[in-house]
């Protein structure tokens, strides 16, 4: 036994029946018709039974059987085929990335869904999710002809998609990429030459076709991002009449042999080696000044990304709890410390184990309800009726996206770390299903920007949006919130331990915009410690939301007793434990500690 698909839905349920306002986003006028909070229920235990009964089977093929490089080809191994045509045929997947599809699935909706499948088989997924972000930003840029030529086939699975952008010399640094694009004797149609490197999904056998989005550089270009382009360049060339033509002149030079989802072919690809590909420019040309709007555009689907690669971690994290919970109750080992001459207990009763669990269970819970107010606020911008809540929601997705990215990812692998110490010995073997989460999780502190880049996104950029008003706003919510709940009986320590983590938060940003005067360097020094805690703040701040929902429904006495106590414990461990962290690192780096930079190379 490798994988084991331990899965529940309750906290999703909770999330979108409870906690946040599940009744607005069913109601608003796209969804009205189609979905209402007493469909939640079935629905994610429609998708929970799928994702158990279709999905998770194919999970130790990918890890076995994996992605198979051969004569030019890659295929992947048999059971994905028959798990992603059912998947597909039954809209599970890509059709529900469409902003115009029947039916389709609301963000916090679609993104429980999807949890639930990265967790059955995260190399899986990608084959799945990719043509359908690939869909939408040819949606949103593309000519109305493109959006018919392409889109129709994308959200139903029938062509894949890719994203490729990084180059073996440009990764992330992007703008040093040097793929060209050049103009032939139709406007529309441009000729690409270049390779791409660590293409997810980038070939395979599950589709007849995969449409390419491709970063390079139109002859004449500005240097650097300003001066990148996008292009929709199909594996196969598609005639006018929509039926397949030719090979483009994509070559797959290999795919690489990774630590983990060995499932997902992860592709070297070569465009134009015969000097024949071809592609369609999405948008406009270059403007007069040599700028192009590829960056902007392929931020479109980056973001979208970065919000799922947090996702992803979360999921396989949530694996690794559920098991390891499962083999503490299982696994008798040790006496307890005040009766040492006692019976032997299982570990689950020893204290140790439960700090382990308890870290576990609050920072997942945490993470998710970081993940789902980011679903709830993508819903508000792209469905929205009312024009402030749309704005509103736009402010604060900016600030919260690199936080899901990057605090996810790398406190997925921290828990998974813990839940194969919970496993002892067994959890370091591959019979036990904890060491292929570990492998698993590792890429997504790395893909869609690595997480230092997220952090210099949230420092440089974020933080500064509308002259720093956005993180004003933001900070300010948490404020009101934490002066409203003083003086909850229940609460009083936790919501004194936020009120000390906003100060010192707050301190921490004039602290570093002098910095960014005095000693630039001090900020990508510190600015990963910052995201996290960044993360530590408002995560609290929304554990403390679900605590007093929890407080309120053991009040009324309506059961699910140990769920309810949960929540509380969970917020409580959380404030308790981890939020100190903010105080700590502010004090770090207001120390002003800069021998990191100090020390000389050779002492390395
Ligand atoms: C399994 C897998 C799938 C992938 N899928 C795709 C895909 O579908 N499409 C695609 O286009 N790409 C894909 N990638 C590529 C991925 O996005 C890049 O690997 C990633 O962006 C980092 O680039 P790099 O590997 O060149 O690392 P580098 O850019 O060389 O970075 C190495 C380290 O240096 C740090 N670093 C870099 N620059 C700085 C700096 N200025 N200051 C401080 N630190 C810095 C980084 O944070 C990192 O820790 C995939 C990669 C993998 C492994």
Redesign the pocket.
């Known amino acids: 036994m490798a994988s084991n698909f331990l899965y529940s839905n309750r906290d999703h349920k909770f999330i979108i029946k409870e906690w946040l306002d599940g009744t607005k986003i069913l109601g608003l006028k796209r969804f009205r018709d189609f979905y209402s909070l007493e469909d939640v229920d079935e629905i994610l235990d429609q998708a929970l039974k799928v994702c158990k009964e279709v999905v998770a089977p194919t999970n130790d093929d990918g890890d076995t059987i994996k992605a198979v490089f051969k004569d030019g080809k890659v295929t992947v191994p048999p059971s994905f085929h028959y798990a992603f045509k059912y998947v597909a045929e039954n809209g599970w997947g890509a059709s529900n990335k469409d902003v115009d599809g029947e039916g389709s699935l609301p963000s916090f909706l679609h993104g429980a869904v999807h949890e639930f499948m990265i967790a059955a088989n995260p190399a899986f997924v990608?084959y799945l999710g990719?043509p359908g972000g690939v869909g939408s930003v040819i949606k949103q840029f593309g000519s109305q002809e493109q959006i018919d030529f392409f889109t129709p086939k994308m959200f139903a699975a029938v062509w894949g998609g890719?994203?490729?952008?990084?180059?073996?010399g440009?990764?992330?640094?992007?703008g040093d990429m040097l793929s060209k694009a050049y103009p032939t004797d139709d406007p529309k149609i441009y000729k690409l030459k270049g390779t791409?490197?660590?293409?997810?999904?980038?070939d395979h056998d599950l589709t007849e076709n995969i449409i390419h989005l491709v970063?390079a550089r139109i002859d004449g270009a500005v240097p650097g991002t300003k001066g990148l382009s996008l292009f929709i360049v199909p594996k196969v060339w598609v005639n006018e009449d929509g039926s397949l033509g030719e090979p483009n002149d994509v070559a797959t030079v290999g795919i690489?042999h990774?630590m983990g989802?060995n499932g997902?072919a992860?592709a070297v690809l070569n465009f134009g080696e015969e000097g024949v590909c071809r592609g369609y420019l999405l948008g406009a040309p270059l403007d007069e000044k040599g700028v192009g709007q590829g960056m902007a555009q392929m931020f479109k689907m980056i973001n979208g990304s970065r919000i799922d690669t947090g996702h992803c971690a979360l999921s396989l994290a949530t694996v690794a709890y559920n098991n390891a919970v499962a083999y503490a109750k299982d696994r008798i080992q040790g006496r307890p410390i005040e009766n040492p001459r006692g019976s032997r207990v299982p570990l689950i009763q020893h204290e140790d184990i439960r700090r382990m669990l308890l870290t576990q269970k609050a920072t997942l819970e945490a993470m998710r309800a970081l993940i789902f107010q980011g679903y709830y606020y993508l819903d508000l911008i792209f469905f929205g009726d009312d024009p402030e809540d749309v704005r509103q929601a736009k402010r604060k997705i900016e600030l919260i996206t690199p936080l899901i990215k990057a605090y996810c990812s790398d406190q997925a692998w921290l828990m998974i770390t813990e839940a194969i110490q919970v496993h002892g010995g067994y959890g370091y073997t591959e019979e036990y299903p904890i060491a292929r989460q570990a492998r698993d999780v590792k890429?997504y502190s790395?893909?869609?920007?690595?997480?230092?880049?997220q952090s210099?996104d949230l420092v440089f950029r974020k933080w500064g949006l509308d002259n720093g008003n956005i993180l004003k706003e933001w900070l300010q919510e948490i404020a009101v919130f934490t002066k409203q709940n003083s003086a909850n009986a229940g609460f009083t320590r936790e919501m004194a331990m936020l009120g000390q983590a906003l100060k010192a938060y707050q301190e921490l940003i004039g602290t570093i915009l002098g910095y960014t005067k005095s000693n630039i360097r001090l900020v990508?020094l510190y600015s990963s410690r910052i995201l996290r805690i960044t993360a530590e703040l408002y995560c609290a701040y929304l554990l403390m939301q679900q605590a007093l929902v929890a407080q309120e429904k053991l009040a009324q006495g309506i059961g699910d007793t140990d769920f309810y106590q949960g929540k509380i414990s969970s917020a409580q461990f959380y404030l308790r434990n981890i939020v100190p962290d903010v105080m700590a690192t502010t004090r770090i780096i207001q120390d002003y500690d800069t021998s990191a930079m100090d020390i000389p190379e050779g002492a390395f």
């Open positions: 990608a990719l890719t994203m490729c952008i990084t180059e073996p440009g990764g992330s640094d992007v791409k490197c660590f293409i997810t999904c980038g970063l690489e990774k989802l997902s992860t890429i790395i893909w869609e920007g690595t997480n230092f880049i210099l990508p």
